[in-house]
């Protein structure tokens, strides 16, 4: 493999490259009208432009993709996250161009990529799952009647897709007409399938996901997990690596049975098993995410591995050059994922021009971004701008840095999801470990992130008008011709 594709924008596009690049692969960028001075653009050996900023003109072109990269003589296409990553169409076309698709086969995306599929798929091997239905429902009648038998509070999920869409918590019977209704509208407008399903909703869940890597060969371990209950809208903020709760015996059968649902559909490459874990840490399959997750870099600090890297060995045949045995935590890692929100304004997107943007430095922390000052904050995709990334040898060390690199990230032009992060560190639900899905409608109010704020805010005033009193008298030079000036000269 000597020149790869990828299919993606900004901080993932970059990810990819770097690594490429370090393996002496030459990359190709695509891009959209929006993107066209992208650092991912200009770090690209060659860049090839889709069309208008819309990703539906650009980004999801399969098909245009593919003629470029054929056109360039690519021999891999890495598809990052998002956009076509996980899609079985647009996979199975790159095969059969003669291009590698960097990622699972086109069987395991279409069977991972229905959640009812899924489950159906892991049923022989015995895996928990949480109480509920296992196949698609329409009927709002039929509906009520599986939301009684398995009680209430129910969750209604969409099938398809992820993401927090077309899923709806409903906590008694006279909202459930209502919510069905809601979440079915939510799965046609964003994954062009109505079906959803019902299952008990587990109260005060934890997030936790196991990383799974896979060879051609038959070898398929596991990678630890990640503690992603920190969410908003059931999208992660703040991700970790290991989870504070596990004990090792809940680790290692948390592992096996990730490892039994990547067998289950003869997987390939690096995926994820996401699970439910609820307060007496009993854990059920919740979906697989058939591609590289936002937050692998945790993974890749407490492990030591290059998780794009061993994607593309992979897609190329090669074999895991490790066994399960070999594989162990070490420290303990953080991740803030940066968005272009405003937490203050229950988190809407924030666009705008990028006035000021420095990056904290230092031992152990990682920025993984696609942007720089001077951009645009186009409103075209997802608001993510930038992952914080720290490692330390104890989860406290971890989040002590992870505050002080907050502290020196600056960003002006857009509001950002920094406060928040800060705010999380500071907590004391969090410094404990002691949190679930539910941490922020629990503990946060935009008035508590001011308050917090507001000692440092005063303080920094303070410092203002001290300095300004110096300034002034130094600078208060006497009127010329006067007697203070004689005496000055």
Same mark, same amino acid.
């Given at each position: 493999m000597k020149k790869i594709l990828v299919a993606n924008r900004g901080e993932i596009a970059l990810r990819v490259m770097h690594t490429a690049k370090k393996m002496g692969i030459s990359t190709v960028a695509v891009y959209s009208e929006a993107d066209r001075e992208a650092p991912h653009v200009r770090f690209a050996d060659e860049a090839? @432009? @889709?069309?208008?900023?819309?990703?539906? =003109?650009?980004? @999801? =072109?399969g098909e245009k993709i593919i003629k470029a990269a054929k056109a360039l003589g690519?021999?891999?296409?890495?598809?990052?996250?998002?956009? @076509?990553?996980?899609?079985?169409?647009?996979?199975?076309?790159?095969?059969?161009a003669g291009i590698i698709f960097i990622g699972p086969t086109v069987e395991a995306i279409e069977m991972m990529g229905s959640k009812l599929a899924a489950k159906d798929a892991v049923k022989a091997y015995n895996i928990p799952m949480v109480p509920g239905v296992d196949h698609a429902i329409s009927d709002i009648e039929e509906a009520k009647k599986v939301a009684g038998s398995v009680g209430y509070p129910i969750l209604i999920k969409a099938s398809a897709g992820g993401g927090g869409k077309g899923m709806r918590v409903v906590e008694k019977e006279a909202e459930f007409e209502e919510q069905m209704e809601r979440a079915i509208s939510e799965a046609v407008s964003a994954f062009g399938d109505g079906s959803v399903f019902i299952e008990k909703y587990v109260t005060e869940p934890r997030h936790i996901e196991i990383q799974v890597l896979a060879d051609a060969h038959g070898n398929t371990l596991y990678l630890f997990e990640r503690e992603c209950s920190i969410q908003r809208r059931h999208q992660k903020v703040v991700e970790e690596a290991p989870s504070a709760v596990l004990t090792p015996d809940l680790r290692r059968r948390m592992g096996e049975a990730a490892v039994d649902v990547a067998r289950a559909c003869n997987y390939l490459g690096a995926g994820t098993v996401e699970f439910l874990v609820d307060a007496d840490l009993n854990f059920y399959f919740l979906e697989?995410?058939?591609r590289l997750q936002v937050e692998h870099p945790v993974t890749e600090l407490i492990t030591g591995l290059d998780l794009v890297e061993q994607q593309i060995r992979v897609a190329r045949g090669e074999k895991l050059a490790f066994s399960q045995d070999d594989l162990q935590i070490n420290g303990h890692a953080l991740e803030l994922r940066v968005c272009a929100e405003d937490p203050l304004s229950n988190f809407l997107p924030s666009v705008g021009l990028l006035s000021r943007y420095r990056k904290p430095v230092g031992e152990?922390?990682?920025v993984d971004d696609g942007i720089e000052e001077g951009m645009e904050v186009p409103i075209y995709y997802d608001p993510m701008l930038a992952k914080l990334i720290v490692w330390a040898p104890t989860r406290e060390a971890a989040i002590a840095r992870l505050k002080a690199a907050i502290e020196n990230y600056e960003i002006e032009g857009v509001a950002t999801t920094l406060p928040f992060g800060r705010f999380v560190c500071d907590h004391p639900a969090f410094q404990r470990g002691?949190?679930?899905?539910?941490?922020?409608?629990q503990y946060y109010t935009p008035e508590k992130l001011l308050d917090m704020q507001a000692p440092a805010e005063k303080a920094a005033a303070m410092l203002a008008v001290e300095l300004f009193e110096t300034h002034k008298k130094v600078l208060n030079a006497p009127k010329p011709g006067t007697d203070a000036w004689i005496r000055q000269r």
């Open positions: 090839v @432009l @889709l069309g208008p900023a819309p990703s539906s =003109q650009s980004y @999801l =072109q690519v021999d891999g296409i890495h598809p990052g996250y998002g956009f @076509l990553s996980e899609n079985a169409a647009f996979a199975k076309a790159v095969s059969e697989m995410n058939t152990h922390i990682r002691k949190f679930d899905t539910g941490f922020i409608k």
